[in-house]
């Protein structure tokens, strides 16, 4: 079987019809093989990732509303975040950075801050806005590095946008079912795999294991593979999807060893 990369006939985008939004959203659930090969020999548009990216954010800040509307939600949230600064806090008494005053003092004031609409809304909103951008540019960067120097793949950054922005949309998929699932279970699901439906802590190593077998996630970054591979004319897609996997497995494998070390990085935990 060959295993070398091998470009693709050259197409003129004369010769590819034009997709829609539409067809684009749809191929990437269904046929995201054909339709990556079809954008590898079109001029990339911004919409390509900007429409995803603007998706993700709408449908995760009113999850945020959702969430916070839902009384028994609303108070898991809250016990899970009071419980991880608690975490911080010891630490920090332990070290003898706070007292056991102030760190009363702060929880204290902390609980008055959970019970403020600012707080509540607008903050994790305007934090949700920033944060996707930011992962998305630092993780398109490491991507397009990867891809064309590692892998050696044919394509610029634009087409780098293109295979990372549009497999967004399975996660948009994802927060909409993670909502129904939330409230028809009245808690807060991260996941679609054992550990969450089980409310195992993923910050031991069994609930963490046990999250990585996540369907939506293992999902997207199968199609993130075939992306780049299309959009990098590369016939040897087997590559970059296990390179896609591989990198994510890598990243939570590190994160989990740093929440273990620091309570902060237990959030990013998914």
Do not use: C, H
């Not at 470009?7 to 046929?31: C, R, Y």
């Not at 003092?105 to 920033?130: D, H, R, V, W």
């Not at 890598?250 to 070390?261: E, H, N, P, R, T």
């Amino acid at each position: 079987m060959e295993t070398e990369d091998t470009n693709q006939p050259e197409q003129t985008t004369n010769e590819i019809e034009e997709l829609s939004i539409s067809d684009k959203i749809v191929g990437v659930i269904s046929e995201p093989s054909n339709l990556f090969a079809k954008l590898a020999f079109q001029k990339v548009k911004t919409t390509d990732w900007m429409l995803p990216i603007l998706a993700m954010i709408v449908v995760s800040i009113i999850a945020t509303f959702i969430y916070m509307s839902n009384p028994e939600i609303k108070l898991e949230m809250q016990q899970q975040q009071e419980k991880a600064m608690r975490e911080q806090f010891d630490k920090m008494v332990e070290s003898g950075q706070m007292t056991q005053q102030q760190v009363d003092e702060q929880l204290a004031k902390t609980s008055e801050m959970m019970n403020n609409p600012m707080f509540i809304y607008l903050f994790p909103s305007i934090g949700i806005l920033i944060m996707t951008f930011v992962w998305f540019f630092v993780v398109v960067t490491i991507a397009f590095l990867i891809a064309k120097f590692v892998l050696k793949g044919d394509g610029g950054f634009m087409q780098a946008m293109s295979a990372l922005g549009l497999p967004l949309y399975i996660t948009v998929l994802q927060t909409i079912v993670l909502i129904i699932l939330g409230l028809l279970m009245g808690k807060i699901i991260t996941g679609l795999n054992p550990a969450a439906l089980m409310g195992m802590d993923i910050k031991t190593l069994p609930g963490f294991l046990l999250s990585r077998l996540d369907v939506f996630a293992i999902w997207f970054y199968i199609v993130v593979g075939i992306a780049f591979a299309k959009m990098f004319k590369s016939d040897n897609v087997k590559k970059y999807v296990f390179t896609s996997i591989g990198i994510w497995l890598v990243f939570m494998f590190i994160i989990f060893g740093l929440a273990q070390i620091s309570p902060i990085f237990g959030g990013m935990l998914r």
